[in-house]
């Protein structure tokens, strides 16, 4: 047997465990059966919540190797929770997500994506005492049919976490209906690019949730053309791992921007594909990811232990490469990015989707660079252009505010030359709006004596005196060192702020540092040091060119050490970041 299916073996016992001493047993509370939230306390039906659970209780019920193997009174708490599960399911079929999302087809879908798979897994069982928990959950699942038959979704990886759930549906119901939606949701194409980027540019959580969704809608279909584009992805991943195994989430579309995240939610997605694909690069992924595994976290839909047992197969088969440890790795600069956002006014939606985003951020470019345990991230349309980490000294962020447009530049552009300098660009454009003209006020018939604000045509007003600002940085590599110049035009006055983000666990030093306030420092002059462990970087030179502490729109999130550079227009500074 391979090692880290002992290891899930174990972990799963003690997932088992865990989940029974957070059952609720009162029988009359509505929330009996149900399993407690950590952070709520409160029993929810989604895909995080008693699901997630009974994923791992019906693993360990079906598996010899468990100590939980046929265990009567833990077979007793997966019936208890598959009635909570039908008693919080709503009128409609679906569930609420809790926090949000209330009657929420998509989150039904994460639901469904997960809980098909215990259905089959104690089927495949062939155990007769474990007929009344399925016939429980086999009725929840007959319906959540309707919802996801009619049901939309907010975000774009909810699609495919719908279509896997139909795919999945239609493996035990074998509905032409499940097939016909699953089409209609798959003729919108795949947003993915060519090097692997998906929509959200979510590394740390929706990246492998598209994955694992496709993998099992391309399964269940018979669609491997589908595949592709899971392995686009997993390629990229390949190069977006830093040394100690976190995952770059610097410049993320959803929720994981700037969090820790390990590889641990694609090591199922990663075994899979190896086996499939006997591709040695993947069966590496899989085992490195399986080495972050260590406590339960992952959704009913991703469950490792069910994945194992449901698709059993032998990885030790599979050769393994190692995984990229020197590159520089260009993503997405080939994408035809501002092809597609010159014909977004063409589309007819001017900007607005509900409940979402447009993702203008979707192909820009990154580049990866790593030399062993050091690990870089260049990045545009981010909060932060550059980031580095150098051991266990970690940079977590460099970028660049100011008062023009008030806010984070993002900067738009990145270019890279043959002499390996990398160039970011913006020209901010800020104007005015003129009066409306008369011949469309008409058509309000506003009152003479009050015209509210909100009742305006706004987009029809005449843009006017058009100012622009442009900004440039410029990063070069040395040896053992980074050199970050930034420079703007000759407009003058422009309040600018650079900022050094540094993680918390490091001690910052320097005689130019002046605190402002709680993890804030003014970076006046001289040199910055910052180290953690027997590691460190040197940064050159501060300024002070203006007062302002902080700038307007410019969010300071706790849990990081932020290091100010003041700067005014027109301004060019140079920066030497140097590897101790």
Known sequence: MEPIIDKLIKLNDEWTEAGLQKQVTDPSSKYAGGVMDESTGIPRANHLGTPAVMAAWAASLVN?????????????ALEQASDFMLRRQHADGTISLGSTNFNSPPDTAFVVGGVTQIYRLLERAEWPDALPAMANIKEFLTRTIPALLTGGCHTPNHRWVITAALAQLYEIFAQPELL??????????????????????SNGIYNAVSDISLYHTARAFGRPELLEYVRRNLRMMAYLIHPDGEVVTDYSGRQDLGQTFDLSNYFLVCRLMAVHDADPLFAAMADYAASFISRYKEGVNNHPMVGVLLFPSNLENVERDQLPQRYVKWLNFGHPMEEHLNRVQQVGHHMQIQHSSMHLA???????????????????????????????????GVKLATSFSPGVVSFDKLSADSSGVYTFHSVLEKGYNGPIPKELLAELAPDTKMSPWYLLPHHRRPFTHAQQFAITAEITQEQHAWRIRVHADEREDVFAQLTFIFGIEGQLTGSGIVPISEGRCFFQE??????????????????????????????????????????????????TIRLL
């Open 64 to 76: 010899p190797a468990s100590r939980y193997y046929h265990h009567a009174g833990l077979l007793h």
């Open 180 to 201: 016909h939606r699953a089409e209609e949701w798959l003729a919108e194409g795949i947003d993915i690019t060519e090097d692997g980027e998906w929509t959200e540019r």
């Open 362 to 396: 979707f192909g820009a470019p990154v580049v990866r660079i790593r030399e062993l345990d050091d690990s870089v991230t260049m990045m545009a349309k981010a909060p932060s252009f550059f980031s580095l980490r150098h051991g266990k000294a970690r940079l977590l």
């Open 526 to 575: 001289g040199t910055l040091h910052y180290s953690a462990g027997q590691d460190a970087i040197e940064i050159s030179s501060g300024a002070f060119e203006h007062r302002l502490p902080e700038l307007r729109e410019v969010p300071y999130p706790g849990g990081c050490q932020y290091a100010h550079v003041n700067l005014l227009s027109p301004f060019d500074h140079t920066f």
